[in-house]
Structure formats: C-alpha cells, structure tokens
C-alpha cells in the first residue's frame, strides 16, 4: 500500500490540527492532493488503466467541492492551503 498508517498521520499533523484530526477541510484537501499525485505517476504509465482515470477524475471533483466550501468558509485558510501545497487557482 502506497499509503501507510503513519503516512496518514505524517500529512494530518503537518496540515490539521493534529495527527488524529482527520476531519479538517485542510487534512482532507491534502490527502486527496497526495491520492491525487500518486494516481497522475501511475497513469503516465499505464495510459488505458480507464478505472483509475475515473477514480482520478472523481477525486479531483472531490478536493475542488473542498477548496469551494474552504473559500466561502474562510479565504484566509483556503489561500494558505492552495500556497502551501502549490495547487492553482
């Protein structure tokens, strides 16, 4: 599994409240980032694995309802997690 236990832990502390706060809007947005990246490294080889394009697409649809919920929620926030995992827009 390319995604451990402590992996989870490692990206919630760093961008949560805390290691076992997992309900963050920022925690959520930067595991779907990391989710993100590892499905793009595996399609770049695998260019007719069509699953996980779905997969891919639905979790890109996903973080976007996110960073939309942040930015009416709070902007600051949402303009310091988009700079910190240097997402655009």
Do not use: P, W
């Not at 976007?64 to 600051?76: E, I, P, S």
Request: aromatic content about 6%.
């Amino acid at each position: 599994m390319y995604l451990t236990k402590e992996k989870k832990e490692e990206i919630f502390a760093k961008h949560g409240k805390g290691k076992n706060d997992t309900g963050t809007a920022e925690g959520q947005i930067a595991l779907f980032t990391q989710r993100i990246n590892h499905l793009t490294e595996h399609l770049k080889n695998n260019r007719k694995d069509y699953n996980t394009e779905r997969s891919l697409v639905k979790l890109v649809g996903k973080r976007r309802a996110l960073l939309d919920y942040l930015t009416k929620k709070d902007v600051l926030r949402y303009r310091a997690i988009v700079k910190e995992l240097g997402l655009r827009k």
